[in-house]
């Protein structure tokens, strides 16, 4: 005790540091703080570049063009009554009337974009992690697809993304960040979410989805992708 006494202007800093120090790793480096927050999200079907929407039913008046008032058509021009001539006199031959304009023909109305799910799965724990909920990739008929989660929960964690892997779901997690695209971070560990996929991923090829944590090098849950 007498030795702390004399020695309490240097064991004070040096407790204050290892405090710090204690606080850094925890919440800076094993992110503790996100075992007791949820994340939650909550967004609506993807839109497409073509205007699709995955909410939406698709607008019937699509490709026409209702700037322009519709063609019409002219009236025949009055027939004009001759008076009565002599036989000896030369008959006035009756006047030419334009033909009747007829009506433009029906603008085609182009169909509208239709969203579908071309693969989908279901997520499963992975290892101590909680991991639930549906994934879908849709698409509009064009390059463009979206990898949407819905009904999603899992556990929450530091340094969460979203692989597309060359794996199954249930593989050892050290084959998880071998072969993958990377679609950015997780946005929340609870609710529905959308990612979109770059248009030269092989989805034959990356068909799993896995969200993992980068920091520590595990899986929280994943879901293979088949086809519907």
Known sequence: MNWIRQNLKIMVPLAVAAVALVAYLAFAVFGV???FIDDKVDDAGPTFDSGAAADDAGDETAGVDTSAPPAT????????TAAPVDDTQEVEAPPVTDPPATAAPPTTV???PEIVTITEGSFIPRGRHS???RALVLNDGTAQRFLR???FSTDNGPDLSVYLV???ANADE???DDDFIDLGSLRGNIGDQNYEIPPEVDLAVYDTVVVWCVRFGSAFTAADLMPV
């Not at 002219?74 to 004009?80: G, I, K, W």
Request: hydrophobic share 30%; glycine share 12%; charged share 10%.
């Open 131 to 133: 991991g639930e909920g």
């Open 33 to 35: 703080h996100t075992l």
């Open 174 to 176: 050290g084959t998880f």
């Open 73 to 80: 058509t002219a009236p025949p021009a009055p027939t004009s």
């Open 149 to 151: 989660f819905e009904n």
């Open 166 to 168: 060359n794996s199954d």
């Open 110 to 112: 182009a169909a509208a």
